[in-house]
């Protein structure tokens, strides 16, 4: 089993920035691959970005791509997402999530495996 822990969200004005940070603990070399996910009120989950164990594969969502960074520092087992240049439809409960395999793309919450219990970022003037 893999527990994951979001922090780091907020209230933030347009343009604004956060980073958001995901500690993992228990079996994390059962897992290959981190993911960030978001989810806004009645719309369905979709990927943001993720990163491979090695840091050296990461994929973004077009929506974010060139304003959000994934990172992981894998001493403290943590990864992280800068958001920059947010926007009001940024707003949505986050979540990270942990998968063993996924596709090319690795961005579909089917392929994830253990999840968080989500941090909130609203974003708004």
């Known amino acids: 089993q893999v527990q994951l822990m979001e922090s780091g969200g907020g209230s933030v004005q347009p343009g604004g920035s956060l980073r958001l940070s995901c500690a993992a603990s228990?079996?994390?070399?059962?897992?290959?691959?981190m993911g960030w996910f978001r989810q806004a009120p009645g719309k369905e989950r979709e990927g943001v970005a993720r990163?491979?164990?090695?840091?050296?594969?990461?994929y973004y969502a077009e929506s974010v791509k060139g304003r959000f960074t994934i990172s992981q520092d894998n001493v403290k087992n943590t990864v992280y997402l800068q958001m920059n240049s947010l926007k009001p439809e940024d707003t949505a409960m986050y979540y990270c999530?942990?998968?063993?395999?996924?596709?090319?793309?690795?961005?579909?919450?089917?392929?994830?495996?253990?999840w968080g219990q989500g941090t909130q970022v609203t974003v708004s003037s």
């Open positions: 990163i491979s164990s090695a840091g050296t594969s990461t």
């Open positions: 228990g079996n994390t070399h059962s897992t290959n691959y």
């Open positions: 999530a942990a998968a063993k395999y996924i596709t090319r793309v690795g961005l579909s919450p089917r392929e994830y495996d253990y």
